[in-house]
DNA sequence: AGCACGCTCCGGGCGC
DNA sequence: TGCGCCCGGAGCGTG
């Protein structure tokens, strides 16, 4: 499950390796095609398949940048500049290689759905092994709504205010505080792995609603996301089931992680509970979370 | 208009 | 071995 520090990760990776490249043409899959075919927007969204691929030729990759859980993917043809949005979903993955073949998980090599052949050779490949994932080609990021609506970087000055701004609204202080750290709206990139944390970080049980918790508690939580979320990329995100960097690469994050996924808390050694919030399992303790 | 809610996309992995 | 069910970011349609 790719969230900020994994997708950062992802980003780090693919800037040396196709920043400055030019797309010859892109292939998509059987799959993709058919889906289309049946009126669904499978991975490429916003567009028809035709366009998406007209659009792409010929373009030259200028930047490669991550804003929340995005990728984005500057292009420019002609002096005219364009963006690829990506989003990894749930099993999205990248490769830069000279053949298919060099992917070597199965799972990852036969759910191939976009093969952008590069002028150099080399191909840039989006694999998704459920489909989950986005390719959007757009003018600018004004384009396409969701995307004007995100909350700032959590590292931008301006981040925590925003939080503090967007918890006093009436829609969202009577919610679950796990619930709102998960909403892009709220805060950028935070997703289930890191709210988990920091609410077990800072003792704050996720069930408890926004209105209740402090200001200065709201601010010991925002800045444990943002210690949470540094840490994470400072030791290449958490390697869990389907997440791989560029390439298939790992990293190590999740043997850090203190609560997610955990049978028992590292602090009392008592059992952890689950609960489901807005639709997603939501461990803590129920001693040292409060 | 603005919000809440449910649905949708999917295959891997698990329990039985 | 095989079947059925669960999981989940985020956009979108509906009420």
């Not at 984005?72 to 000279?98: C, P, Y």
């Not at 995100?150 to 505080?177: S, T």
Request: aromatic share 8%; with cysteine.
């Amino acid at each position: 499950m790719p969230e900020l520090p994994e997708v950062e990760g992802v980003v780090r990776d693919l800037k040396p390796l196709v920043e400055g490249k030019v797309i010859e043409h892109v292939l998509l899959s059987d799959v993709v095609h058919m889906s289309h075919a049946d009126g669904k927007q499978t991975i490429v969204k916003g567009t028809d398949l035709d366009t998406f691929q007209l659009m792409v030729r010929d373009m030259k990759i200028t930047k490669v940048e991550r804003r929340a859980k995005y990728i984005f993917i500057h292009l420019m043809k002609n002096e005219e500049s364009f963006v690829l949005v990506n989003h990894l979903g749930m099993t999205g993955a990248w490769f830069v290689v000279d053949d298919v073949t060099e992917i070597t998980e199965e799972k990852f090599r036969k759910h191939v759905h976009a093969i952008f052949k590069l002028r150099n050779g080399q191909l840039f490949v989006f694999s998704d092994i459920r489909r989950f994932g986005e390719l959007r080609f757009i003018k600018a990021i004004s384009d396409h709504k969701p995307l004007t609506l995100m909350a700032p970087e959590p590292f931008d000055e301006d981040a925590c205010d925003f939080f503090l701004a967007q918890c006093k609204k009436p829609k969202y202080e009577q919610k679950a505080i796990k619930e709102v750290i998960m909403d892009g709206q709220v805060i950028s990139g935070c997703g289930n792995i890191y709210a988990t944390e920091s609410l077990f970080t800072t003792k704050i049980r996720p069930t408890k609603k926004v209105k209740s918790i402090s200001k200065a508690k709201k601010i010991e939580l925002f800045n444990a996301i943002v210690d949470v979320l540094k840490e994470s990329i400072e030791n290449g995100g958490s390697t869990i089931s389907d997440y791989r960097s560029v390439n298939g690469g790992a990293g190590s994050m999740q043997d850090r992680l203190k609560m997610y996924s955990r049978k028992n808390c590292p602090v009392c050694l008592k059992e952890t509970t689950s609960v489901v919030i807005a639709g997603r399992t939501s461990t803590y303790c129920p001693n040292c979370q409060k």
